[in-house]
């Protein structure tokens, strides 16, 4: 899988390495909603298609980015900074 970096242009997954699903939203960290916390940490989908995901390039640039990713074809449909997703509200919690 190839995967391109917005600063360092396409290279190889094996520079990179997840950080989890970029879709997840952190209950409030002064709740204490034990159902809304268990599913926060613990519930994870498996959705079909486009899938948003935190990556970072641990091999070159170290940014933290934001792909969409097909989860059953692997095809990605864009990668940007997952600074610019979360200041956005669009990437979940940080990475
Ligand atoms: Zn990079």
């Avoid at 200041?87 to 990475?95: E, L, N």
Wanted: proline share 6%; hydrophobic share 35%; aromatic share 10%.
């Amino acid at each position: 899988m190839i995967i391109k970096c917005p600063y360092c242009g396409p290279r190889d997954v094996i520079e990179f390495t997840y950080q989890g699903d970029a879709t997840r939203q952190r209950p409030d960290p002064a709740s204490t909603d034990q159902a809304a916390w268990n599913a926060y940490v613990y519930d994870r989908a498996n959705p079909m298609g486009g899938h948003r995901e935190f990556w970072l390039h641990s091999g070159g640039c170290r940014q933290h980015l934001v792909v969409t990713r097909d989860m059953a074809t692997h095809v990605i449909s864009s990668v940007g900074f997952a600074r610019d997703a979360v200041a956005s509200g669009k990437g979940g919690d940080r990475p």
